[in-house]
Each structure stands twice: as C-alpha cells, then as structure tokens.
C-alpha cells in the first residue's frame, strides 16, 4: 500500500509539473499589445444607469409600503399589457379586412366637452 501511495504522489507531482510547463509555454507566446480605445454605447449606459436607479429607488420603499407598492406595479403592468394585446388584435383585424377605414384605427375620436 506504501508503494502504491508514494507511486501516486509522484504521478500527481509528474502531472502537476507538466501543467506549470505548459502555463510557462503560454506566458511566453503572449505578446503585449497596443491598447484600443474602448467604444462606449452612451444610449446603452445611460439606459442601464436609469435602470440601476429605478431598482435603487425600488429597494427605498419602506417595508409598510411595499405590498401596495408591488399591488401598483402590478396592476400597472396588467394595464400597459392588455393595451398591448389589444393592439395587436385592432392590427390583425384591420388586416384581415382592409375596406374598413384606417382613419379610425390611427386616430381616435375625441368627445366634444360640454360648456
């Protein structure tokens, strides 16, 4: 059992040898390069900034509040995807007939106010 033990511990020492020559061979083939200038997306960052914000301010929410903070958001996003959906639906009917007006899908009327 010695013999096996010691005949293992070599093996792993043999490997781990090989692995530092092998990490020295690849420091070697690397070469320094000139830096480039980093191409910043000032749309994209200024987005993520005023999401970071937005999920900042979220986390200032006392604790009282949060469940009718959440209930807000929820019924809000309920909203904005039902007016989604039901656009969707006006596009698909006014392509499957296309006599109706377009005027009217573009546009809707507004009520005249009482004075």
Sequence with gaps: EEEEDEDEEEDEEE????????????????????????????????????????????????????GLYRSMMKNRKKRVNEAKHLERKRKQWDEKNPTAPAQSAASPKKKAKKT
């Excluded at 000139?34 to 937005?54: F, N």
Aim: glycine share 2%; proline share 2%.
């Design 15 to 66: 490997e781990e040898e090989e692995d530092e020559d092998e990490e020295e061979e690849e420091d070697e083939e690397e070469e320094v390069k000139e830096g480039k200038k980093e191409k910043v997306d000032k749309e994209a960052a200024k987005k993520q900034q005023e999401s970071e914000e937005y999920r900042l301010r979220e986390m200032m929410v006392p604790r009282k509040h949060k």
